[in-house]
């Protein structure tokens, strides 16, 4: 269980356990996003990492996480509902496994706070040119490397069309072009601003004293303007009507992908519903997507459903050849109707509910999946344990599945083909 | 025999039962997963090989090993992939160079788990139908790697790199080399490989190591297995030089991939020698141009790496390579950059000794991941390295010997060059 407290925009809260080699230490800043200024935002993060007033370049701040046992460290750009996330997060080996039992915990919180609030600053209070620079065209170069990884690529086309502008789908890092207008100026006050206003969360899980770690973190993140609360995301609707999108890049895969609107956010009373119901179809290798796509037909390698809990948003993608299109949908849409008509077994709910126990059993086994769980709830503004999750999910009945089924809405087809290979839609 | 290792606070016991299969077990109190491996010592590098009874040799499709794979979770009565998921557990397996691997992972029902990984392997059923349709699967699965570019990326590398070694060949195989494997191949292959003697059992969890010896011993004592000698494997001679200096290939990617390889002569390293070729080689690179080298920053402040850029080191006894990779906007004046860096590389003490740290941390944290440390344990097993001694030369290990390694393994016509170009067409 975590314990700490929240307040004065600073939230602290620890899981003291003995269970892990290493501590993990995970801080954010929570802004809100929107295209103007998600790629300056991502720039800090990015700027961040490049040096510290102790250890000012980059090779010097990676030879100190050499010299804490290869602690590793990550400074990243997130996004959940309609916020931005700046996380650094930083895992450490515990002290007391390694030669000559170091305190790891106090080297690890000094390198934090020397990362998030004294950066290697030009006598201006600026970032250094060569630095803004240099991150500025990689960032470029990561935005424009997204078509890489085809999956991820569709899953990004497919929700900025539902998104049609909504803030929920800028990119985590920003657009291409917002870049040319940023400067080191833009940068440093973008870091202020997010270091003095911006709520701060701070998560430790490892064997770490709850109270020592809290007072550390509140003495060494102070930031009297901080905001206190967050405003909550909108639960996302479907406006386009099921209509049909089509990419044509030179793959070897068709990406098939469904966006639909569940109206259910992890705070919600029905959330447990809509996580049975995301699980009967597609979550698991029983679940019907895999069975009837994957298993019966052979039209995919892969074919799942799931759910972003902060929006209600749910995405169903399948990996198909490009001529079956239309059978693939087809089977994916009969999978819905079933959904929707109740025909839902026995042996699929018991399933789905082990599936799930299972998983958030094994949250505990994992320091970055414990982090991940307390986070969404402490931002989407509360919600259910994992524990507490568990609990539910076992009262939810097949009726409350289908009370889900009957308000899922689809909202946007996609498809990623191939150059030529356009489908036949009516 | 039962092993513990003081500093990390860790055990492993290890016994190896009549059939000849070797069942290891780390028990961990209070991890709630149960983590659990049946592997063979066999990958997709096994297509040629002697039945190890009558010495008779054997050449099957490639990509054999990983449509084997698929079809043993294929069962009369359906698909063992929802025995588990009613359970609550999740599979999954993977074919490697030269393991394929299945495993579980459950919260409940641990026992019960175990049982159906051990029958699932060891009951294989192969229909000409249920072959033929798993053709359409795999055709998939391949043509969703043909377009990852990392994918591409090594692929080439190793094609090029490699003049007859299999390891240049695709693990999944071609969609033309699978079309051709029959349900008569797959029997043959897997009665060879998949025989206990050539397999062997690793559990981590909470869990009693005694108990989890006894089931398997059970397992066993109900299948009539007698004692398999090593099955001799063919190998083509593979010179010690590459195959092609460079092959490009283009693909709708937004910023080009290079990856720089260097090819080691077969020398055939097992065990400790190996464990120490792999730490000696490591620290090499991680000297010469890991996150905290002046040849890093250089090459990240001229723009032409991204902090994903690194270099690895992959050994086994018939192959051993280092890949250097990245995404970058310029290959060319990459490539040229890093040989320049490399020819003046200075090696330095200190940065030695805080690479030791790094390791002994690494080392450390895989036990944090169940995953990972049966997939550690796993590929150390296989190269006859002991999970808990892996460590042992890492103090020892003198600038001397890694200026050695450095002349040895860096060298200009050991090298070749996989490079992956965006699409001339602009979006």
């Known amino acids: ?426 | 025999m039962r092993e513990t290792e003081p500093l990390i606070q860790e055990t492993l016991v290890t016994e190896e039962l009549p059939s000849g299969l070797r069942v290891s077990v780390i028990p961990r109190r209070g991890q709630r997963r149960t983590y659990a491996t049946f592997a063979t010592y066999y990958g997709s590098i096994d297509s040629h090989f002697r039945l190890p009874e009558s010495g008779q040799t054997v050449d099957v499709p490639d990509g054999i090993a990983h449509f084997l794979e698929h079809k043993l979770f294929e069962k009369p009565d359906g698909d063992v992939m929802s025995d588990f998921s009613r359970l609550g557990a999740s599979t999954n397996a993977y074919t490697e160079y030269l393991t394929t691997t299945y495993l579980f992972s459950t919260t409940e029902h641990r026992e019960k788990c175990l049982e159906i990984l051990l029958n699932f392997v060891q009951d294989p059923y192969f229909t000409p139908e249920n072959v033929e349709k798993e053709k359409g699967i795999i055709e998939q699965e391949i043509r969703m790697y043909l377009d990852m570019p990392g994918d591409r990326l090594h692929s080439n590398l190793m094609r090029a790199l490699y003049v007859r070694h299999p390891v240049r060949l695709d693990i999944a195989g071609s969609v033309e080399s699978i079309r051709q494997i029959t349900p008569e191949e797959l029997y043959q292959c897997y009665r060879t490989f998949y025989h206990p003697s050539n397999m062997w059992v690793f559990v981590d969890g909470d869990v009693d190591p005694d108990r989890v010896i006894a089931a398997v011993f059970e397992n066993q004592a109900g299948r009539d297995y007698k004692r398999q000698p090593p099955i001799p494997r063919i190998l083509p001679e593979e010179p010690p030089t590459i195959h092609q200096e460079r092959i490009a290939q283009r693909m709708p990617v937004a910023l080009p991939m290079l990856a720089i390889g260097y090819k080691d002569p077969v020398e055939n390293l097992s065990g400790p020698a190996l464990a120490r070729r792999e730490l000696v080689t490591d620290l090499m690179w991680s000297l010469a141009i890991g996150r905290s080298s002046a040849l890093f920053f250089e090459l990240y402040e001229a723009g032409l790496i991204n902090d994903r850029f690194g270099a690895q080191f992959e050994a086994a006894p018939s192959y051993a390579y280092s890949v250097l990779s990245g995404e970058t906007r310029d290959p060319d004046a990459l490539l040229e950059r890093i040989e320049r860096g490399l020819q003046k590389v200075h090696f330095d003490e200190k940065a030695l000794e805080r690479h030791k740290r790094r390791h002994r941390g690494q080392y450390l944290a895989l036990f944090n991941n169940p995953g990972q440390l049966a997939y550690a344990h796993n590929s150390f097993y296989v190269r006859q390295v002991d999970l808990f001694h892996y460590l042992e030369d890492l103090d020892g290990i003198t600038l001397a010997a890694i200026e050695e390694r450095f002349h040895e393994h860096v060298r200009a016509d050991r090298r070749a060059l996989s490079l992956i170009e965006p699409e001339d067409a602009k979006r």
């Open chain 1, 1 to 426: 269980m975590f314990a700490g407290s929240a307040h004065d925009g600073v939230s602290v809260y620890v899981y003291p356990t003995d269970r892990f080699k290493t501590l993990s230490l995970y801080a954010c800043w929570v802004g809100e996003l929107d295209a103007a200024t998600a790629a300056p935002n991502a720039l800090v993060a990015y700027c961040l990492r490049r040096g510290t007033r102790d250890w000012p370049t980059f090779t010097a701040m990676q030879a100190h996480l050499e010299e804490l046992y290869g602690a590793s460290f990550r400074a990243d750009v997130g996004k959940l509902g309609e916020h931005q996330l700046l996380s650094f997060r930083l895992e450490i080996p515990d002290g007391r496994y390694l030669p000559g039992h170091p305190d790891t915990l106090g080297a690890g919180l000094d390198f934090l706070q020397a990362v998030m609030q004294s950066p290697h600053l030009t006598v201006a209070g600026e970032f250094p040119d060569d630095v803004v620079g240099q991150e500025k065209d990689l960032l470029r170069r990561q935005i424009e490397g997204l078509i890489n990884d085809k999956a991820q690529y569709a899953v990004l086309r497919c929700i900025e069309a539902m998104a049609d502008g909504a803030k929920f789908g800028v990119p985590r890092y920003g657009r291409v072009e917002d870049l040319d207008g940023i400067d080191q100026q833009t940068v440093a006050a973008r870091w202020r601003e997010g270091r003095r206003r911006w709520p701060l969360l701070v998560f430790g899980v490892g064997a770490i004293d709850a109270a020592d770690f809290e007072a550390a973190v509140r003495d060494r993140f102070q930031g009297p303007e901080r905001a206190r609360s967050l405003r909550p995301s909108k639960p996302f609707t479907a406006t386009h009507e099921g209509r049909l999108l089509v990419d044509e890049e030179d793959v070897r895969q068709g990406k098939l992908h469904l966006g639909l609107a569940t109206g259910v956010r992890l705070p919600d009373a029905d959330y447990p519903a809509l996580m049975m119901y995301t699980g009967v179809l597609g979550s698991f290798p029983h679940s019907k997507l895999f069975v009837n796509v994957r298993e019966k037909a052979s039209l995919a390698y892969y074919a799942y459903a799931r759910v972003d809990a902060a929006l209600g948003l749910m995405m169903i993608g399948a990996g198909i050849e490009f001529s079956n299109f239309r059978s693939a949908l087809d089977i994916i849409r009969r999978q819905l109707d079933d959904m929707r008509e109740g025909r839902i077994s026995e042996d699929e709910m018991a399933f789905t509910l082990e599936s799930f126990t299972n998983e958030l059993k094994a949250e505990a086994d994992s320091p970055s999946a414990l982090i991940g769980r307390e986070l969404e709830r402490r931002l989407l503004g509360g919600g259910p344990t994992s524990e507490e999750l568990e609990e539910s999910l076992a009262r939810v009945t097949r009726d409350d599945v289908e009370r889900i089924a009957a308000q899922v809405d689809l909202d946007l087809i996609y498809f990623l083909t191939a150059r030529g290979e356009v489908p036949a839609y009516a």
